[in-house]
């Protein structure tokens, strides 16, 4: 079976690894490779400059308008990835004796979880075991909970954050951006950039204001983030190409009506991949219970498991490219990010319907 590739011309990438950037941003990018605002390319911007710093300051203004983000955040640039997080957010927010509660939701929540538990104490909660008025569950002051918004890997997704009584760490990797965000009890959120806002090498941090100035002593200052909010997140050379392409995405999505309306589009095209599973007679079979499946990565399997590879044969034969299941989880996924055209939805659904025609 072939691995995961870039869809070639023509066709048409489901991959849960990074999502498509739609043609007006891949024009405005190239573009900006060869000349950007009547200066040189965006590729050796020097982040020292004051147009770099206007092109930050223009992304963050974006990012708060389109995700309504409050009064009192800070909003960081970093690097490393949404996996670097599972280790930086307790080694930032956690003292000496707390302990950090974990959701368990799926594969991402698991790789968090488990990392975290590499530097605090680490308390593992079922989402549906949830009690905002229960006492701590540990010894240990519990200091914040994490939650995975969005199993990319199990096809689960919260249909809201839920209330907590202690504040919200949320990774939006995969959803950022699809669905407007209640920030009550939200203290930390963190998102890779290559779904939702682009391409990889970008990491989004929004932190509260009150739960800077925590960092333990021995967590490097480009990794604090307390330091890194007090140098504009330019306390070493940040991504400058990858903000570039947020910013670019960002814009599209103002353009098209902002997080409501990719919040309707991550409605309508999920509720018809999940109305033509449901309508196959058991031939095609998601492994989510309705009322927590997710929007953006819907992830099924076969009656027959033994069809599988040709499954994912005859879909890149008709264009439609990256349809295998997580690696660890097998089956099959489709990922939705707000890149996706609507070519690409309308031609898995003809496929879906035609590959269960000729071997249902």
Not at 196 to 209: F, K, M, N, Q, S
């Amino acid at each position: 079976m072939a691995g995961p590739s870039a869809a070639p011309a023509g066709g048409h990438s489901f991959s849960a690894a990074a999502g498509p950037l739609p043609p007006e941003v891949v024009d405005e990018v190239a573009q900006a490779c060869r000349s950007w605002r009547g200066g040189g390319p965006v590729l050796s911007l020097p982040f020292t400059s004051e147009a770099f710093r206007e092109l930050q300051h223009e992304t963050q203004a974006r990012l708060r308008r389109l995700l309504g983000i409050p009064p009192g955040y800070q909003v960081l640039f970093m690097q490393g990835g949404a996996s670097a997080q599972f280790a930086l957010v307790p080694l930032n927010l956690l003292g000496p004796d707390d302990a950090a509660a974990h959701m368990d939701t799926g594969h991402w929540s698991r790789r968090a979880a488990a990392e975290a538990a590499r530097h605090a104490r680490v308390v593992s909660l079922r989402h549906d075991a949830l009690d905002p008025s229960a006492p701590s569950p540990d010894t240990a002051p519990v200091a914040y909970l994490h939650l995975t918004s969005n199993e990319t890997a199990d096809g689960w997704q919260w249909p809201r954050l839920p209330a907590s009584p202690w504040p919200l760490v949320v990774d939006m990797s995969s959803d950022l951006l699809t669905r407007e965000i209640d920030w009550t009890d939200l203290g930390l959120l963190y998102a890779s950039a290559q779904k939702a806002l682009g391409v990889p090498g970008l990491t989004l941090v929004v932190v509260r204001d009150e739960l800077l100035g925590r960092a333990r002593p021995s967590v490097p200052g480009v990794m604090n983030y307390t330091a890194l909010a007090a140098a504009d997140s330019r306390l070493n050379t940040p991504p400058v190409f990858a903000i570039f392409v947020a910013h670019a995405m960002l814009g599209w999505i103002e353009r098209q009506g902002g997080v409501p309306a990719m919040a309707h589009t991550a409605a309508r095209r999920s509720e018809a991949v999940y109305q033509a599973l449901d309508a196959s007679g058991g031939f095609y079979r998601p492994g989510v219970d309705p009322a927590w499946r997710s929007r953006i990565n819907p992830c099924f399997g076969l009656a027959d498991p033994a069809l599988t590879p040709r499954f994912l044969e005859q879909a890149r034969a008709a264009g439609l490219f990256d349809l295998q299941g997580h690696p660890d989880l097998g089956g099959l996924r489709v990922s939705l990010y707000n890149g996706t055209p609507e070519a690409a939805v309308s031609a898995l659904m003809s496929f879906l319907r035609a590959f269960q025609r000729n071997h249902g």
